[in-house]
């Protein structure tokens, strides 16, 4: 009897140690699920952004950021991003003094005088391609780049002399402080200056002065090419299209720059990541009709040197 009493309290003892066991084991389970969510809790906490983003600069790039900036805001609702024009020039200056935390610029920051390029940091958001255009009853589709500049500088001016119409040319021109005017110069032109014509600061009004005017060239980005009322020349036996340009065969492309003062940091950081992504990359610049940066396979210095990635 005494052995079966033995054996009973043995039983019961370790019946009450397993219980025990068990117990603190919940009880150290529990403590570290609470821990884990609360440090969940603070990690969602820190990276959820919130704050505003002032970003200015190149007309040309503004619906392409505005509309990057209204997904950007729709995945981020504490967060507030305004997105004003006011050209290159402004972008460049106000990013530079402070005043905003992106500047976008058509051109590199080098090409322009009384900016301190030094102090900014070049974000090569997206690329845009653009080409001569012309009046669809000129009768020609593709030139010669030394024939061009001849056409833009005023040395031919009749389309005959080209194989064309018997039609004067009508030169459409950009103002001086356009960046689309600063990039068709430079890739296209080698550097010389346009002769006087008309002069428009609309990428939208030229396109129609050129449909609306006989013997009219003007030169436009490739998203305008969306209609036939003008015609896009081919320079040089090469048609304007994004493969070329990305391959490096297509000379007349640049890229669009969005600067910080320093390296960018917080918001702009977050934005500038965002422009990035596959999908802005990928889609949004589609639509917008830029060239995606990510697909080049040749890159520009400030210099306008070329070379393969």
Not at 36 to 54: H, V
Not at 100 to 111: C, K, M, R, W
Not at 183 to 201: M, R, Y
Request: net charge negative.
């Amino acid at each position: 009897m005494k052995r079966i009493k033995n054996l009973s309290l043995l039983t019961l003892l370790a019946a009450v140690m397993v219980f025990m066991a068990a117990c603190g084991g919940g009880t150290s389970t529990d403590k570290t699920e609470g821990s884990t969510s609360k440090d969940t809790a603070k990690t969602e906490q820190k990276t959820e952004l919130s704050g505003s983003l002032s970003i200015s600069g190149s007309s040309a790039m503004q619906p392409l950021v505005a509309a990057a900036a209204e997904e950007f805001m729709a995945q981020n609702p504490k967060v507030d991003v305004q997105v004003q024009a006011g050209g290159s020039g402004t972008g460049l200056s106000q990013v530079a003094e402070g005043s905003v935390q992106i500047g976008n610029s058509d051109v590199f920051a080098e090409e322009k005088e009384g900016i301190p390029a030094d102090q900014l940091v070049d974000h090569k958001v997206a690329v845009v391609g653009m080409t001569a255009a012309v009046n669809p009853k000129v009768g020609i589709k593709d030139i010669k780049k030394e024939d061009l500049i001849k056409v833009f500088t005023g040395k031919i001016t009749n389309w005959k002399e080209l194989g064309g119409k018997d039609q004067k040319i009508v030169l459409v021109n950009r103002p001086d402080s356009s960046g689309t005017r600063a990039v068709f110069n430079k890739f296209a032109l080698d550097g010389a200056t346009p002769a006087e014509g008309i002069t428009e600061d609309s990428s939208n009004t030229v396109k129609k002065i050129i449909n609306e005017t006989d013997g009219a060239i003007g030169y436009l980005a490739f998203s305008y090419f969306t209609d036939d009322s003008v015609t896009p020349l081919s320079i040089d036996g090469v048609e304007p299209t994004a493969e070329n340009v990305q391959t490096g065969k297509f000379p007349v492309w640049a890229y669009q720059h969005s600067y910080t003062k320093g390296e960018a940091t917080d918001l702009a950081k977050a934005f500038l990541d965002f422009m990035m992504s596959d999908d802005i990359q990928n889609n949004l610049l589609k639509q917008q009709g830029y060239l995606p940066v990510t697909k080049m396979e040749v890159e520009r210095d400030a210099k306008g040197n070329q070379s393969n990635k």
